[in-house]
Nanobody, 125 residues
Framework: VQLQASGGGLVHAGGSLRLSCAASGLTFSSYGMGWFRQAPGKEREFVAAYSWYGSIHYADSVKGRFTISRDNAKNTMYLQMNSLKPEDTAVYYC????????????????????WGQGTLVTVSS
């Protein structure tokens, strides 16, 4: 399994970015897939995810601003980020879990089996 994240960059507050995660070696419907982020000096945190049942989940901090989607034909997952805030600045990682329905546990802590390399999102004020 390989995950390749891309699409990060520098954007002003209020702007938008779309991240992509190209996956190989897996079938989306058999994995819990999601996005996490890690800001400097902080722990990696959950952002958004698909369960392997197809349900979608968001962190409260991004609800209404971020949208997760996927193109099964292209084996690519996306994260559309709108109304970006400086506190969204982080390295964003895509992740996949084969051994359970979601790449996070009951406390929303990351428990993925596979990780992409991360893409940096910087939001200036």
């Amino acid at each position: 399994v390989q995950l390749q994240a891309s699409g990060g960059g520098l954007v002003h507050a209020g702007g938008s970015l779309r991240l992509s995660c190209a996956a190989s070696g897996l079938t989306f419907s058999s994995y819990g897939m999601g996005w996490f982020r890690q800001a400097p000096g902080k722990e990696r945190e959950f952002v958004a995810a698909y369960s392997w049942y197809g349900s979608i989940h968001y962190a409260d901090s991004v609800k209404g601003r971020f949208t997760i989607s996927r193109d099964n034909a292209k084996n690519t997952m996306y994260l559309q980020m709108n109304s970006l805030k400086p506190e969204d600045t982080a390295v964003y990682y895509c992740a996949a879990r084969a051994r359970g329905p979601t790449p996070y546990n009951d406390y929303r802590r990351p428990i993925a089996d596979y990780w992409g390399q991360g893409t940096l999102v910087t939001v200036s004020s």
